[in-house]
């Protein structure tokens, strides 16, 4: 199944909800992955639920959120 989601400001509850609702396998793509919550959210699904993300690299977050984010994004890494 594939959801696209339009641009918005009110996506990440959406976005949330659907990850919280995967059973087998979760495959985002997305320019940029930031949202403390969202990863937060993948973290959960694991070990229970594939996940795979198309984005970016660590180092194209901006500097002002990169330290909160990075370490979550290599730990999602690392457990999955």
């Not at 609702?21 to 919550?37: G, K, M, P, T, W």
């Amino acid at each position: 199944m594939t959801i696209n989601f339009d641009f918005s400001t009110d996506v990440i509850p959406l976005i949330i909800k659907e990850i919280n609702s995967a059973n087998v396998y979760i495959r985002i793509a997305i320019f940029q992955l930031h949202d403390e919550d969202v990863i937060k959210a993948l973290s959960q699904k694991l070990p229970h639920v594939r996940v795979e993300i198309f984005t970016l690299p660590y180092d194209s977050i901006n500097s002002d959120i990169r330290p909160k984010v990075e370490p979550l994004l290599r730990q999602l890494e690392k457990d999955g």
